[in-house]
C-alpha cells in the first residue's frame, strides 16, 4: 500500500493505492465506504482485497473527513463527495500502472450513492459494483426516517445549523451513532461503529455536522440509475438497509446489471465473514467481465 494525495477542486485528497504484484498496466478501481467513514473503516479492506486480484485499489478520504483537507469538517455533502470520486477516478487514470481505459467504481453503504452519481456523468468509468447500497429518494427518505414530519424536522435542522454556520463559522455537531444520544445522526447502539477492534478507530470521530440533513435527505440517489448504461452488479441482503431502495436502483438501471441477493446485516458486509468474501468474489468476477 502506498500512501498518494490528489487534488479536487483546489483540496488536497489522501488516499491509499494498492497495487497487485503484477506487471501493469492493469484494470483500476476506486472505492468508498458509508457515510462519515475513514478509508480505514471499510474501503481499504476491499481495496486490498482488490489488489491481491490484480486490480489497482485506490480508497480515499473525502473533502473534510480523515487525512484530507478541507473544511468545514465531517460534512455530508453528497455533490462534493461525487464530485472528489471523479477526481480520484482522474488520479487513477493518470497512474502509471493503471490502464486508463480500465476503470471500475465500487460504492459500500452511502458511496453508492456517490459513486453512481459519479458514473451517471463520468465516461471515464466503465463498471460499477456496489456493495450493501443504499440508495435512497425522498420516498425511502420517508420509510428510513419515520415519515415525512420526522425528515422535515431534520431539514429544518439543518437549515438552521447551516445558517448558523454561515453567519458564526461555528459547525453545530452531533454524534452518528449512540443510543444515549437522542440527536444522533443514527440514535442506536451499533457495534461496527462503536467497537474499536472494528469501525470505532481513533482516525474516526464519530461526529456529524448537523447542517448534513439538507442535502443528504434531499439528494436523489435513483433517479440517475436511468443515466447508467455501464454494468453494473449489486449485492445486498434482505435484512441489509433499505432493500427496497436497491431494487428500484436496480430496476431503473440503462445497461447491463446484475443482482446477488444474498445473507447478512448491513454491517456484516462492512468486515465480517463471508459477507466480505462473498461480496469481494461477485465484484471481481463482475469487473474481469467488464474492464
Given at each position: 500500500?502506498?500512501?498518494?494525495?490528489?487534488?479536487?477542486?483546489g483540496?488536497?485528497?489522501?488516499?491509499?493505492?494498492?497495487l497487485?504484484?503484477?506487471?501493469?498496466?492493469?484494470p483500476?478501481?476506486?472505492?468508498a465506504?458509508?457515510?462519515?467513514?475513514?478509508?480505514?473503516?471499510?474501503?481499504d479492506?476491499?481495496?486490498?482485497?482488490?489488489?491481491?486480484?490484480?486490480?489497482?485499489?485506490?480508497?480515499?478520504?473525502f473533502?473534510?473527513?480523515?487525512?484530507?483537507?478541507?473544511?468545514?469538517?465531517?460534512?455530508?455533502?453528497?455533490?462534493?463527495?461525487?464530485?472528489d470520486?471523479?477526481?480520484?477516478?482522474?488520479?487513477?487514470?493518470?497512474?502509471?500502472?493503471?490502464?486508463?481505459?480500465?476503470?471500475?467504481?465500487?460504492?459500500?453503504?452511502?458511496?453508492?450513492?456517490?459513486?453512481?452519481?459519479?458514473?451517471?456523468?463520468?465516461?471515464?468509468?466503465?463498471?460499477?459494483?456496489?456493495?450493501?447500497?443504499w440508495l435512497h429518494?425522498?420516498?425511502?427518505?420517508?420509510q428510513?426516517?419515520?415519515?415525512?414530519?420526522?425528515?422535515?424536522?431534520?431539514?429544518?435542522?439543518?437549515?438552521?445549523?447551516?445558517?448558523?454556520?454561515e453567519?458564526?463559522?461555528?459547525?453545530?455537531?452531533?454524534?452518528?451513532?449512540?443510543s444515549?444520544?437522542?440527536?444522533?445522526?443514527?440514535?442506536?447502539?451499533?457495534?461496527?461503529?462503536?467497537?474499536?477492534?472494528?469501525?470505532?478507530?481513533?482516525?474516526?470521530?464519530?461526529?456529524?455536522?448537523?447542517m448534513?440533513?439538507?442535502?443528504?435527505?434531499?439528494?436523489?440517489?435513483?433517479?440517475?440509475?436511468?443515466?447508467?448504461?455501464?454494468?453494473?452488479?449489486?449485492?445486498h441482503s434482505?435484512?441489509?438497509?433499505?432493500?427496497?431502495?436497491a431494487?428500484?436502483?436496480?430496476a431503473g438501471?440503462?445497461?447491463?446489471?446484475?443482482?446477488l441477493w444474498?445473507q447478512?446485516?448491513?454491517?456484516?458486509?462492512?468486515?465480517q465473514?463471508?459477507?466480505?468474501t462473498?461480496?469481494i468474489?461477485?465484484?471481481?468476477?463482475?469487473?474481469?467481465?467488464?474492464?
Amino acid at each position: 500500500m502506498t500512501k498518494v494525495e490528489f487534488d479536487s477542486a483546489g483540496v488536497k485528497l489522501v488516499g491509499n493505492l494498492f497495487l497487485p504484484d503484477t506487471e501493469g498496466p492493469v484494470p483500476g478501481v476506486v472505492v468508498a465506504g458509508t457515510w462519515t467513514s475513514v478509508k480505514e473503516m471499510m474501503a481499504d479492506r476491499y481495496a486490498q482485497r482488490l489488489a491481491e486480484r490484480g486490480y489497482a485499489a485506490l480508497s480515499f478520504d473525502f473533502t473534510g473527513f480523515g487525512e484530507s483537507d478541507g473544511s468545514p469538517r465531517d460534512v455530508e455533502s453528497p455533490e462534493r463527495k461525487i464530485s472528489d470520486i471523479g477526481s480520484a477516478v482522474g488520479f487513477l487514470a493518470a497512474h502509471d500502472a493503471v490502464d486508463a481505459d480500465r476503470i471500475g467504481a465500487l460504492g459500500i453503504c452511502a458511496a453508492a450513492m456517490y459513486m453512481s452519481g459519479n458514473a451517471a456523468r463520468d465516461p471515464r468509468v466503465k463498471a460499477l459494483a456496489l456493495v450493501a447500497p443504499w440508495l435512497h429518494d425522498a420516498a425511502v427518505c420517508e420509510q428510513a426516517y419515520g415519515g415525512p414530519e420526522e425528515v422535515a424536522a431534520k431539514i429544518e435542522a439543518g437549515r438552521t445549523a447551516r445558517a448558523r454556520f454561515e453567519e458564526t463559522g461555528e459547525v453545530d455537531y452531533v454524534p452518528v451513532v449512540g443510543s444515549a444520544e437522542e440527536q444522533a445522526a443514527m440514535p442506536y447502539e451499533i457495534d461496527f461503529y462503536l467497537n474499536p477492534e472494528r469501525g470505532g478507530i481513533p482516525l474516526w470521530p464519530n461526529r456529524f455536522a448537523v447542517m448534513s440533513w439538507v442535502d443528504w435527505l434531499t439528494h436523489d440517489s435513483i433517479a440517475p440509475a436511468s443515466r447508467i448504461a455501464q454494468p453494473t452488479v449489486l449485492v445486498h441482503s434482505e435484512d441489509a438497509a433499505i432493500p427496497e431502495g436497491a431494487r428500484r436502483f436496480h430496476a431503473g438501471l440503462a445497461g447491463p446489471k446484475d443482482f446477488l441477493w444474498t445473507q447478512g446485516s448491513q454491517f456484516d458486509f462492512y468486515d465480517q465473514e463471508p459477507q466480505v468474501t462473498i461480496a469481494i468474489d461477485t465484484v471481481a468476477a463482475h469487473f474481469a467481465r467488464t474492464l
